[in-house]
């Protein structure tokens, strides 16, 4: 029966490119993760990802996909939309409202990839649970 086994999970869920979709992404991540120490990182960088795809893009929809296996959580952002900008970290003036969001993704995850293509962008975030984590970096929080 193990050949049947996987231990890799996968979950997705389409929303409409409407702000209201970007809670119901968060709780639906946190439901998800609810036995993992990284659900409070996860559900934080999907509010940011969603954020952004709602904010930034002309497309209709944007996709969350979350993996997990014993030695990480991923979690990818798809949009669909035509936009000027591309995802990227910017620094923006301290006094400034908006501009910190992908900062804090790369800032709790472990790595960080985001791609470009002519449909739009995808944002993919890795954490790794205490466990899996080197001994510098095990007292902390995903």
Request: glycine content about 4%; charged content about 20%; proline content about 7%.
């Amino acid at each position: 029966m193990d050949e049947y086994t996987s231990t890799v999970q996968v979950w997705e869920l389409s929303c409409p490119r409407l702000p209201a979709e970007v809670g119901r992404a968060r709780r639906w991540t946190r439901d998800i993760l609810h036995d993992s120490p990284c659900a409070d990182d996860a559900a934080l960088i999907v509010t940011e990802l969603g954020a952004n795809a709602v904010t930034h893009t002309t497309g209709p929809a944007f996709r969350v996909t979350i993996t997990r296996t014993a030695e990480a959580v991923k979690l990818t952002v798809t949009d669909t939309g035509a936009t000027t900008t591309h995802p990227r970290i910017t620094h923006p003036h301290q006094d400034a409202t908006h501009g910190r969001g992908l900062e804090i993704v790369a800032t709790l995850a472990d790595d960080l990839k985001v791609h470009h293509t002519a449909h739009g962008h995808t944002v993919t975030a890795r954490l790794s649970p205490p466990a899996a984590l080197p001994a510098a970096r095990e007292a902390q929080p995903c």
